[in-house]
């Protein structure tokens, strides 16, 4: 199945930056896709910027699509798919649901027997550079591919199995955060030794991205890739060594696992 027409319900930040994605992308026409929000303002530069349909009517949106992507928060979520679950058809639409923490099950509870796929993007999805995991419900896998197409447009895509979403979520959507934590002690480190904040944060967000194309481009280890800049007696072991003296990949490790714990509580 190829998308002739896209709804996402929901015109937030994560909600426009599909929209934004997949027209850049050139894989939907932006006349295919109509994204709603209460607030027309809030989505107006969709319209005047990408040519892309808006609406306030949610119910408008899902008759003009095939595919209805909902991006609400998790506590308008049983509001939303309340108010559209008669206007999606078995057979005509399949539905994406990027809300956070939201099962298959309690979708299909409310929304019964349609295709149904859980979606985990990150916030790199509005530059196309999203690690996004996908879960599917049993009539949802016949649309595996068409999914997969979609969200490989907007990054990277893996198939998990639901019980790791949690850790999707922490790894993957959370792990953002990480990264960009990183950036900022290495570039507060680099304005101590004498750069100027913007050097230093150019610098800082340069070897991030060199270091992670190593990894995916090569298909390495960082391990091999750390060993070529280690030398014997040299300045880099003497920096690692420090670092995880002060507890460096320690505090990183607890800390993901922090997140899945607080994940499973709150999920429980």
Known sequence: M?????????????????????????????????VTNLE?????????????NITTDNIEAINNSEIVIVAVKPTAANAILNEVKDALKKG??????????FKLSELEAILG?????????NTAIAIQESMTAVSFNEKGLAYKDTVIEIFDQLGNTVVIPESQMPAATVLGSCGIAFAL???????????????????????????????????????????????????????????????????FSSSLIQGVVAGYTKILETES
């Open 181 to 247: 934590r990183f950036m900022r002690a290495a570039s507060q480190g680099g304005i101590e030794i004498g750069f100027s904040s913007k050097l230093s944060l150019e610098i800082a967000a340069q070897i991030m991205k060199g270091a992670s194309k190593l990894i995916i481009k090569n298909g390495t280890h960082p391990e091999p890739e750390i060993d070529k800049v280690t030398t014997p007696l040299g300045v880099t072991i003497s920096s690692l060594n420090k670092m995880e003296h002060e507890g």
């Open 113 to 121: 027997d349609i295709p149904v796929i859980r979606a985990m993007p």
């Open 40 to 52: 027309l303002s809030f989505i107006q530069h969709l319209k005047d910027d990408e040519g892309i």
């Open 92 to 101: 005509t639409h399949v539905l994406i649901s990027v809300i956070s923490g």
């Open 2 to 34: 190829t998308p002739k027409s896209i709804a996402i319900l929901g015109g937030g930040n994560l909600g426009s930056s599909i929209a934004k994605g997949l027209v850049k992308s050139g894989f939907v026409p932006a006349n295919d896709i109509t």
